[in-house]
């Protein structure tokens, strides 16, 4: 589900790709308006933990503020009265709260992520999708941050080819004359025996893998010697 709501944050796909990609699978619309329905909630929920995150840390924010903001005014009084009669004049402050204010009424309430999913898809192939969130923060203060924790790539520090390779756990400092043949045939009964949940003695497998090896190099060596 994750990796669906990541295709929805792509300005390129959002959920009409969505839809696409499931009526490619299913033949049933039914079947497509169902996926559709789970994903646009899980979607939704996980936009609303964001949202309220976010409110959460307004509110301590605002709390902090506003400590601050009536010390210094009760020091604005103790020095005279007009401090606590004007307000200081801040044209850029001022516009940008008018401009808030008026969005908000003119989008009706409708959260971000309803704005964003009513938006036009953006039709640049070769779009940086963490830039052109960045870039959109302004407009998407929420949505952004939800963008940035499931668009980002997880920072691992194991190397790729230990994480999915076995053959470095079968050939150890005292197991490396195994041959080739050997060792896939130890690790494909390993992986076999794990689909049927038997117990593995791997140190065990090994050594009869060996004693197998000796035996056919003797049965080789026989054979040669007979001709």
């Not at 669906?4 to 944050?9: E, G, K, Q, Y």
């Not at 001022?94 to 953006?122: A, G, I, P, V």
């Not at 230990?162 to 079968?170: A, E, L």
């Not at 009964?189 to 197998?212: G, H, M, S, Y």
Request: proline share 2%.
């Amino acid at each position: 589900m994750l990796v669906l709501i990541a295709v929805v944050l792509d300005p390129k796909a959002k959920l009409s790709y969505v839809n696409f990609l499931y009526g490619q699978i299913y033949d049933d619309e039914l079947k497509v308006n169902e996926m559709h329905y789970k994903v646009k909630v899980a979607l939704e929920r996980l936009y609303e933990f964001y949202e309220q995150s976010s409110l959460a840390s307004s509110d301590r924010n605002f709390g902090a503020q506003s400590l601050s903001a009536s010390s210094s005014g009760s020091n604005a009084d103790a020095g005279g009265s007009e401090g606590s009669k004007i307000k200081k004049y801040d044209a850029q402050a001022w516009r940008k709260t008018f401009m808030h204010s008026n969005q908000h009424m003119c989008n009706d309430n409708k959260s971000e992520l309803d704005q964003y999913l009513e938006e036009k898809n953006e039709n640049i192939l070769d779009l940086d999708l963490l830039m052109w969130w960045k870039t959109s923060g302004s407009k998407y203060k929420i949505l952004s941050l939800m963008a940035r924790d499931v668009l980002s790539i997880p920072v691992t520090t194991v190397a790729s080819e230990s994480t999915f390779s076995t053959s470095g756990r079968v050939l150890d400092s005292f197991r490396s004359s195994l041959t080739p043949k050997v060792v896939e045939a130890l690790i494909c009964t390993q992986d076999w025996l794990r689909a049927v949940r038997v117990p593995i003695d791997v140190e065990e497998c090994i050594e009869n893998a060996e004693k197998f090896e000796m035996d056919m190099d003797c049965l080789n060596e026989e054979i040669i010697v007979s001709k």
